[in-house]
T-cell receptor
Framework: DVKVTQSSRYLVKRTGEKVFLECVQD?????MFWYRQDPGLGLRLIYF???????EKGDIPEGYSVSREKKERFSLILESASTNQTSMYLC??????????????FGEGSWLTVV | RKEVEQDPGPFNVPEGATVAFNCTYS??????FFWYRQDCRKEPKLLMS???SGNEDGRFTAQLNRASQYISLLIRDSKLSDSATYLC????????????FGTGTRLQVTL
């Protein structure tokens, strides 16, 4: 089974703090993703990466950055946390793009509250 | 118009009932389709892919109607454990990097 692990499940941070969310996958997947999920808005893609040191902006990258130094690890960084970044953050990974019908597998989620 | 639209529900059905959800998508060039299940405060998990010819997995049947641009999920003989939110997911390019998620349909199965 695919295993995507998010190290922090529940965090409370203060406005202006720098926040790191870590994600590790054990299936040697090329693609990794960070989403946030908010009530009524569904899942929205923040950033994704298709290879080490490669990154692409998703739909809502503002206020976030990412790092992928190793294939299995993809980090999401909130440079200066704000209250509107309170959300559930989901990391995901997927096999290479050339596999038909491929889909993604999610970690358990990180619940971030910014006060 | 949202790219992927679902009725948010909730659908409240008794155990043993049959229930169906629809999902419409706006991009006629969409290539891959999925249903995910998400339990409260948990991550989404793949329930099933949706193939052009329709497909079945036990009590679950998924169908795709490209002409009308919708996919459906039918659950027969509902169980209490089916209570969850069902997310419709569409890929415009056939790759995971371009997935669009619906906001989900909530199902509550009762005794």
């Amino acid at each position: 089974d695919v295993k995507v692990t998010q190290s922090s499940r529940y965090l409370v941070k203060r406005t202006g703090e720098k926040v790191f969310l870590e994600c590790v996958q054990d299936m040697d997947h090329e693609n990794m993703f960070w989403y946030r999920q908010d009530p009524g808005l569904g899942l929205r893609l923040i950033y994704f990466s298709y290879d080490v040191k490669m990154k692409e902006k998703g739909d809502i990258p503002e206020g976030y950055s990412v790092s992928r130094e190793k294939k299995e690890r993809f980090s999401l960084i909130l440079e200066s946390a704000s209250t509107n970044q309170t959300s559930m953050y989901l990391c995901a990974s997927s096999p290479p793009q050339d596999l038909p019908g491929n889909t993604i597998y999610f970690g358990e989620g990180s619940w971030l509250t910014v006060v | 118009r949202k790219e992927v639209e679902q009725d948010p529900g909730p659908f409240n059905v008794p155990e043993g009932a049959t229930v169906a959800f629809n999902c419409t998508y706006s991009n006629s060039a969409s290539q891959s389709f999925f249903w995910y299940r998400q339990d409260c405060r948990k991550e989404p998990k793949l329930l099933m892919s949706v193939y052009s010819s329709g497909n079945e997995d036990g009590r679950f049947t998924a169908q795709l109607n490209r002409a009308s641009q919708y996919i459906s999920l039918l659950i027969r003989d509902s169980k209490l454990s089916d209570s969850a939110t069902y997310l419709c997911v569409v890929s415009d390019t056939g790759t995971a990097s371009k997935l669009t998620f619906g906001t989900g349909t909530r199902l509550q199965v009762t005794l």
